[in-house]
């Protein structure tokens, strides 16, 4: 909120008369009480008490405006699905199947028995089954008719709280649009009747369509086959079979076609995890761990290291400590091949806005993009195993560094940048001897949140034959074994944790 002193300012009437045209001196003394947090700002706005969503929009609020009419069109289709008779709807139709089935069941018991068939008594208990199932759904359908008066009642009652708390809060909505406006002019002002006319027409379009699903035993002939031409339309799959089939015939063309250049992929990564993982499965674990604790020791400190030692010993003692290494290989083969091309595009992205541009929305592509979708790509083009894992991998954890070290060089001062040109350093030394190290801290931020993020791919990586402590979390899913999923998350968390705490040490540092 601005500063009361801004009131004092012979303008500021003159700037609300201007802002909301209508009821000029009503908005100055709600908007003055607002921004002096005085009391009198808590009195209802009884245009918006009584408009609702109409108000917000003929204000030119519409993003005030969908969120109210979404929550009070709710309000009004639940009231016009249970006066319809939509409460027990689906128990009555439930019921009327069963009983239907019931009596098929009768007709097939009674010819069985004209033929003399040994199906008869299997057959008249299963009517007898569904003829009671039939019976429970039509009491839970008239138990909810019952309660009609109460669900209308309770709807209605939570619909004006919903207004009124709306009407009390709308002055300090307009307030906040109004100083958006005096920032700047081009945001939405005064009130206007056009504005008023599309939020109508959008309600009643909105609760037109609503109602055809909640209010079928009230709808027209006509506007019920609208309603199933429209759920046609949505359930139709001709259009995804054949652009299923399209990309199906893509896929098997690029692989073909790149199927040398996969495979020459697949044997450099096969190549440098296989050799990780012998390195790492050659040495005794005594020796590791006393490596990994001198190191937390060293970087981190006395806390972290004894941490450290604590869940080392618990990888050794619970038979972990095979797949932790397999874990570890497949961790570190991903980090160092996500750090190798995500490093250098952020440092491309942070010294050039357009290669930002077009990167950008890859990069979101490939953080939103949920795991199991482009693991079927990488499956159709390298198989299963470890490398088409490590390559999902990849893939999940290189957007955070390549973001955070673009940020970190698009934050390094641009004084900075001038003092160290005129002193006569070439581009290479500014990158390289100023703008990296004050970037350093948000690089590192990034090669964090990196490596915890391969980590935490373990899991979806073991569906295509990762290995690793995911696979035993795949396979304590797989037999509902909780005792063994939980000893294995563990384990994994305290691969995490180490990690985490090591680089962050690290950073510090």
């Known amino acids: 909120m601005q500063d009361f002193n801004l009131l004092q300012e012979g303008s500021i009437d003159g700037a609300i008369r201007e802002f909301v045209v209508s009821k000029p001196d009503y908005y100055q003394k ?12 808590s009195k209802p706005n009884f245009a918006a008490l009584l408009l609702g969503p109409i108000w917000a929009a003929s204000r030119g609020m519409f993003g005030l405006f969908a ?42 018991a009674a010819e069985a028995q004209k033929t003399g068939d040994d199906s008869y008594h299997n057959l008249v208990n299963s009517a007898i089954s569904l003829e009671r199932a039939a019976k429970q759904a039509t009491h839970a359908s008239n138990r909810k008719q019952r309660k009609v008066s109460f669900f209308l009642v309770g709807a209605l009652a939570t619909w004006l709280s919903f207004r009124t708390v709306f009407g009390f809060f709308s002055n300090r909505f307009y307030a906040r649009q109004f100083e958006l406006w005096r920032g700047d002019r081009s945001q939405a002002s005064g009130i206007k009747a056009s504005r008023t006319l599309v939020a109508l027409l959008i309600l009643a379009v909105v609760f037109l369509l609503s109602s055809l699903k909640v209010a079928t035993n009230v709808v027209p002939t006509s506007l019920s086959a609208l309603s199933i031409w429209l759920d046609g339309i949505a359930a139709t799959k001709t259009l995804t079979t054949s652009v299923s089939q399209s990309l199906d015939s893509s896929f098997r063309v690029v692989t073909n076609l790149g199927g040398p250049i996969f495979d020459a992929i697949t044997t450099v990564i ?28 060293r970087i981190a400190g006395l806390y972290v290291g004894a941490f450290t030692a604590v869940g080392l010993i618990f990888l050794v003692a619970f038979g972990f400590w095979e797949k932790s290494m397999t874990t570890v290989a497949l961790l570190g083969t991903a980090t160092f091949l996500a750090l190798s091309l995500g490093l250098p595009l952020g440092v491309l992205c942070g010294k050039r806005a357009s290669a930002y541009k077009v990167a950008r929305p890859v990069l979101d592509l490939m953080q939103t993009m949920p795991a199991f979708v482009y693991l079927i790509p990488i499956i159709a083009f390298f198989g299963t195993g470890k490398t088409p894992g490590i390559l999902a991998t990849i893939v999940f954890g290189m957007p955070p560094v390549a973001r955070l070290t673009a940020l970190g060089l698009q934050q390094v001062p641009e004084n900075v940048r001038e003092a160290t040109t005129a002193f006569g350093a070439s581009p290479w030394q500014l990158l390289t001897k100023v703008e990296i190290p004050l970037a350093m801290p948000s690089i590192m931020a990034g090669v964090n ?6 980590l935490s791919m373990v899991v979806i990586a073991s569906l295509i034959g990762a290995g ?42």
Request: glycine share 10%.
């Open 30 to 41: 709600q908007f003055k009480a607002i921004f002096q947090r005085s009391r009198c700002s």
């Open 67 to 108: 969120i109210v009419a979404l929550i009070e069109l709710a309000f009004a289709l639940t009231i016009v699905g249970v006066a319809t008779g939509g409460l027990g709807q689906a128990e009555a139709v439930q019921a009327q199947q069963l009983q239907l089935r019931s009596e098929a069941r009768k007709a097939q």
């Open 270 to 297: 096969t190549a440098i995890i296989t050799s990780v993982e012998l390195g790492l499965l050659a040495m005794p674990w005594p020796a590791i761990i006393i490596i990994i604790v001198g190191l937390s020791l």
């Open 449 to 454: 949140q990196t490596i915890l993020l391969c």
């Open 468 to 509: 690793g402590l995911g696979e035993e979390v795949l396979q304590a899913l797989q037999f509902a074994s909780v005792g063994q999923g939980i000893l294995a998350g563990l384990a994994i968390l305290f691969c995490a944790i180490i990690l985490d705490r090591i680089v962050q040490g690290r950073r510090s540092h």
